[in-house]
T-cell receptor
Framework: DADVTQTPRNRITKTGKRIMLECSQT?????MYWYRQDPGLGLRLIYY???????NKGEISDGYSVSRQAQAKFSLSLESAIPNQTALYFC?????????FGSGTRLTVV | QQQVKQSPQSLIVQKGGISIINCAYE??????FPWYQQFPGKGPALLIA?????SEKKEGRFTISFNKSAKQFSLHIMDSQPGDSATYFC???????????FGKGTRLSVIA
């Protein structure tokens, strides 16, 4: 099993719909992150969490919310999806050696 | 304001050649500089990292060069191979206490 698992891998949704992207990890790390990847823009931070009770906004948090249900689970929600949220979304955990990323969720908003 | 500027956007190198990707940063408090490698359909994976107390770090064919006074660091891939074809991201953070800030990425193609 992968250390960081993201579900779903691909999702197509309609404008205005609420959607949740899920992330779970088996590494036992406290720190978890959500990034968004767009061609030519790199990876941009959406939200991050240092433990279950600590949630922080990143560079591009507008239109997104998160929930840290347990140390192992960190979910990202789009309350009302819009087309410019079409992107590749990555969850990651961190230890002293660096980040471990999941394989990503490709989200298309039509 | 882009905190980490990466160049070039794309790079084509002959097999056996040297690939060089450059990054520049603004925040002098940054003290951890990793490079990530991403293959299509996969998440980025840590390749090599450096802290500013050294000017160079080498792991196999991959070398980071760091210039603190110029606020620049670069990745050199020696004897580039087609299997090195991927997207490379530089990043920076303040120790382990702040999230990584990433450059925009460089798409490397190594051709035979």
């Amino acid at each position: 099993d992968a250390d960081v698992t993201q579900t779903p891998r691909n999702r197509i949704t309609k404008t205005g719909k609420r959607i949740m992207l899920e992330c779970s990890q088996t590494k036992g790390h406290d720190r978890m992150y959500w990034y968004r990847q767009d061609p030519g823009l790199g990876l941009r931070l959406i939200y991050y969490s240092f433990d279950v009770k600590d949630i922080n906004k990143g560079e591009i948090s507008d239109g997104y919310s998160v929930s840290r249900q347990a140390q192992a689970k960190f979910s990202l929600s789009l309350e009302s999806a819009i087309p410019n949220q079409t992107a590749l979304y990555f969850c990651a955990t961190r230890d002293i050696y660096g980040y471990t990323f999941g394989s990503g969720t490709r989200l298309t908003v039509v | 304001q882009q905190q980490v500027k990466q160049s070039p956007q794309s790079l084509i190198v002959q097999k056996g050649g040297i690939s060089i990707i450059n990054c520049a940063y603004e925040n002098t408090a940054f003290d951890y500089f990793p490079w990530y490698q991403q293959f299509p359909g996969k998440g980025p994976a840590l390749l090599i990292a450096i802290r500013p107390d050294v000017s160079e770090k080498k792991e196999g064919r991959f070398t980071i060069s760091f210039n603190k006074s110029a606020k620049q660091f670069s990745l050199h891939i020696m004897d580039s191979q087609p299997g090195d074809s991927a997207t490379y991201f530089c990043a920076a953070s303040i120790s382990g206490n702040t999230p990584l800030v990433f450059g925009k990425g460089t798409r490397l193609s190594v051709i035979a």
